[in-house]
């Protein structure tokens, strides 16, 4: 499967190549980068330190995604929104691990799953989606029981959303178990004098710091007693093996708009 890394030339994106040059089944044919960026005209397996592999770096899409199978794209929302354009006329899989995207922008991507097969997580890892289901069953379990949810997220300094989407794909989980929306029962921020916490909530406590990957807590918090479900990353290459994973799965799928749950067969509880 030839699979093309948009914003190659990140963390992320290094990862990305290096977990395509590991995988079998799968092969780098395209590198993008912003208009602009000074690694334009690199190689990306040079880049990525994995050797040279005759893939140069290009500030535009089209060509790469032309001639490609599926597009692994851990960038930001709004170029997300475009790819997802790109490869709905290109007819092929795109697998998306970028967070932060508005209800606007989800529903331009699902707008392009009518003609691309796209794979879309907060989490690309299969110990995180393993324990949203937990985490759901938990809150079923629970819904009846005087007990509080909160989730608690800790990644590195230079992170830009808050709470991150593994954070709001755990909320999700565990309003799903209640059978209850998050968007009306979460609460994101709490500073001064908030009164006593409102019955039924799901909490979220954000930390920022260091060169964390991403440290994950549901805390069920009742009387007397705490259930707590965690996922601690130490590395983010579990993220793109994830993806790979994901494209791989896509490949020759019909279109629409899938979760890694899909992906690793984890149902819906």
């Known amino acids: 499967m030839g699979l093309v890394v948009v914003g190659a030339g990140g963390r992320m994106g290094q990862t990305l190549i290096r977990a395509i040059h590991d995988a079998d089944g799968a092969t780098l044919v395209g590198a993008v980068e912003r208009e602009g960026s000074p690694l334009i005209g690199r190689d990306a397996g040079e880049l990525a330190g994995v050797g040279t592999c005759g893939v140069t770096i290009s500030d535009d899409p089209l060509p790469a995604f032309a001639k490609a199978d599926g597009v692994l794209d851990f960038t930001v929302p709004a170029a997300t929104v475009a790819f997802a354009g790109y490869a709905a006329q290109a007819r092929i899989a795109h697998i998306i691990g970028t967070t932060g995207c508005s209800p606007e922008d989800d529903a331009r991507i699902e707008a392009a799953a009518r003609h691309a097969t796209i794979v879309k997580s907060g989490n690309m890892s299969l110990g995180v989606n393993l324990l949203g289901v937990l985490v759901e069953q938990a809150a079923r379990a629970l819904a009846a029981r005087d007990f509080d949810i909160e989730v608690l997220e800790m990644h590195h300094r230079h992170k ?110």
């Open 160 to 269: 830009v959303d808050a709470p991150s989407g593994t954070a709001l794909l755990l909320g999700e989980a565990a309003a799903e178990g209640r059978e209850i929306a998050l968007s009306d029962n979460s609460v994101r921020v709490r500073d001064g004098h908030t009164g006593p916490r409102e019955t039924g909530s799901i909490g979220f406590a954000t930390l920022r710091g260091g060169s964390v990957v991403g440290d994950h807590s549901v805390i069920f918090a009742g009387p007397g007693e705490r259930i707590v479900l965690s996922h601690h990353a130490e590395d983010r290459s579990l993220f793109a093996r994830g993806a790979v994973t994901a494209a791989l799965w896509a490949h020759g799928r019909k279109p629409g708009l899938y979760s890694m749950r899909d992906v690793l067969g984890l149902g819906t509880s």
